[in-house]
């Protein structure tokens, strides 16, 4: 299993200035102001569960832009329903990737319920048709692509290494500076 | 026109392309008129909660987004109505079925009903009563403009008397 640093970066480089990166909070959110990411991004620091949906919602406003969408196996486990929610609306210009550390990484580390959830089972369960699963960067690199191209919202699965000794930095941008420089 | 022809009215007056819902009874049959107009996507989600966000989204994209739900959803956005629509500053314009007041006639509804109001004043909420002897589209349109211009939300409570 790969760390989550080289998957980030491998992410961001794949990015041009016609997508739209959204990210819930934590980790990702908090490395994100230390690159150099192409498209606008707009990170949460709190909501957990928003990511998704707020990033849905920016599908749907602008059709002519791809919106790439960052979650958390812990946010998704607070609120899977969203899938369904995206299935129906059926963006083609969403793709969601969800981080699976098992780990609650945000808050300390805390495990997660302690079940293997079967995210790619649970996303297709809810209508998400074009599904995949990663861990390593070579995987993730041949998996955006596809999503992008399937024309309808695509779930990546990311499955990452929890590393309790992993130096993620501060949040270092303010809601308001985040917003003020989120532009379409 | 009918009372939720009137609001739907409102939110194309108001620009608004994305009505993010959750239907009980009554936010149900105003969504069938918002289905009607040519001019809003109507976007079906599970929770309220997602709905907020799909609205904040439209708003953060350029678009205008709006949220209609019961009150039973909107007692369930409290995280996500401080997390993001607060935080980070976000036009939210929230359509809510008050259910279990006086004009409700179905018993169940009423522990909401007795929360509401106080539970919008607790969290800072600015809001209203939808008043259907005056003109709905006005008021909606109005409580769009308010967030945009306050850069927050804004709920506009209303009855199923209203949509009559």
Request: aromatic content about 4%.
């Amino acid at each position: 299993m790969t760390a989550r640093k080289p998957m980030l970066d491998a992410l961001v480089s794949m990015l041009t200035g016609r997508d739209v990166l959204v990210s819930c909070l934590g980790a990702n959110a908090r490395y994100l102001p230390h690159l150099e990411v192409p498209a606008p991004v707009f990170a949460l620091c709190d909501a957990m569960g928003a990511a998704i949906p707020l990033a849905l919602g920016m599908a749907l406003a602008r059709p002519d832009r791809h919106v790439v969408v960052l979650e958390g196996d812990g946010s998704l486990l607070m609120s899977p329903n969203v899938l369904a929610t995206v299935a129906a609306a059926a963006p083609p210009n969403l793709t969601m990737l969800l981080w699976v550390n098992r780990r609650y990484e945000s808050s300390g580390g805390q495990p997660l319920p302690a079940v293997t959830v079967d995210w790619a089972g649970l996303a297709r369960a809810a209508g998400i048709r074009h599904v995949a699963s990663v861990a390593d960067v070579p995987a993730l690199r041949a998996a955006v692509p596809r999503a992008r191209a399937a024309a309808a919202p695509a779930l990546i699965v990311v499955e990452i290494a929890f590393d309790p000794a992993e130096a993620i930095p501060p949040y270092s941008e303010r809601p308001e500076e985040i917003r003020t420089r989120f532009r379409l | 026109m009918t009372g939720a022809q009137q609001i739907v009215a409102g939110l194309e007056a108001a620009g608004v392309s994305i009505a993010a819902s959750v239907p009980d009874t009554w936010i149900g049959r105003l969504m069938e008129a918002v289905r009607r107009s040519p001019r809003i996507r109507a976007v079906d989600a599970a929770r309220e909660e997602e709905a907020v966000a799909v609205a904040c989204g439209a708003n953060l994209a350029g678009g205008r987004g709006a949220v209609l739900i019961q009150n039973a959803g909107l007692l369930n956005c409290g995280g996500v109505l401080a997390g993001l629509v607060e935080l980070y500053r976000i036009p939210c314009f929230l359509v809510v079925s008050l259910r279990g007041d006086h004009r409700d006639p179905v018993y169940y509804h009423a522990p909401k009903g007795r929360v509401t109001e106080e539970t919008l004043r607790a969290w800072r909420l600015p809001y209203a009563r939808a008043d259907h002897r005056g003109d709905l589209a006005v008021q909606v349109r109005q409580g769009v403009e308010f967030c945009a211009e306050t850069r927050g939300p804004f709920v506009l409570l209303i009855s199923g008397e209203d949509l009559a």
